[in-house]
């Protein structure tokens, strides 16, 4: 069987755009349960509102009614915020809606109970990338690092302050020091 060359490439640039979306979110098999964790607006981006997705499928079929059951904690740095699973019209996909503000690697633990088995997992999604990722033509600054300039900024802002203080200090000293020098003279 003779395969067309525009045939072959055509079929290449199709695996290749759909790779990464299949990549993008994170599978686990709990028991008898696929979970399935990912962002609802890909790539997440910093300061954008969005969601995490979770779908779970038990023997292909989608598991309903879970958000009773099971919780959500979203993990980042040491720090956790209480996600509620909501159930979308979609059975058996639920999301937890998050305003990520932080750019890195956030984890989702589910826990509670599927159905009538006992669940504790961490699942890490895509990571979360700042904004500049996507903007142009020109990326906006980052707050973040912006507040850590303007931190700079204002410790410098001290230090001078302080060194003016300092020479105004050393200039009256000295002024009074020349004053009295020419009242002694006289």
Do not use: C
Not at 67 to 94: D, I, K, M, Q, V
Not at 100 to 123: C, H, K, N, S, W
Request: hydrophobic share 50%; aromatic share 6%; proline share 8%.
């Amino acid at each position: 069987m003779a395969f067309s060359t525009p045939a072959v490439l055509l079929a290449l640039i199709l695996i290749l755009v759909s790779v990464p979306s299949a990549l993008a979110h994170t599978r686990v098999e709990i028991g008898p349960y696929v979970v399935v964790v990912g962002w609802l607006v890909e790539p997440p981006i910093v300061g954008e509102r969005n969601a995490l997705t979770v779908s779970i499928m038990r023997e292909g079929q989608p598991v309903e009614g879970v958000e009773a059951t099971l919780n959500a904690e979203l993990l980042y740095a040491g720090r956790s915020f209480r996600a509620n699973l909501n159930p979308t019209a979609t059975p058996g996909l639920y999301t937890a809606e998050i305003f990520p503000t932080v750019r890195g690697q956030y984890a989702v633990r589910l826990f509670g109970a599927l159905e009538d088995m006992a669940v504790d997992e961490v699942i890490e999604p895509e990571e979360v990338f700042p904004a500049d990722r996507i903007q142009f033509p020109e990326p906006q600054p980052d707050p973040r690092a912006m507040q850590q300039q303007i931190a700079a900024l204002e410790s410098e802002l001290q230090i001078a302050r302080t060194l003016a203080l300092a020479g105004v200090g050393v200039g009256v000293l000295g002024l009074g020091l020349a004053v009295f020098g020419l009242l002694r003279r006289r």
